[in-house]
């Protein structure tokens, strides 16, 4: 039986409301912190036809798709983890991701 390299998380959805030119960012967090350390970040983020990789906290990614003009824009991002980039864990071993997003100003 074939098993997928990917976990689907559901979905993020963003919205800005701005009177200023911004830029949105996002990174994630894990809990526990793993150990060993995952081989690569494994949290990623689907824009349109392409994924990006979520880096972790404190560096982060800029989502694409906001215009980063004044005004009321949201968007919506499929969320994966790539399974490869968690290397070798023990059996049963579980953790929780939160992606962090925020926006600035420009």
């Excluded at 004044?70 to 969320?79: I, K, M, Q």
Aim: aromatic share 14%; with cysteine.
């Amino acid at each position: 039986m074939a098993t997928s390299r990917y976990a689907p998380l559901g979905k993020l959805t963003v919205k800005v409301s701005a009177d200023i030119p911004y830029e949105v960012r996002a990174c994630y967090e894990v809990d526990p912190v793993p150990s060993p350390p995952f081989t690569a970040d494994p949290v990623e983020l689907a824009y349109t036809w392409f994924w990006i990789t979520v880096p972790a906290c404190p560096s982060y990614t800029i989502l694409p798709g906001f215009s980063g003009n004044p005004g009321d824009e949201t968007h919506t991002y499929r969320v994966r983890v790539d399974l490869a980039d968690l290397g070798d864990r023990a059996a049963g071993e579980q953790f929780k991701f939160v992606i962090n997003v925020w926006v600035v100003p420009q």
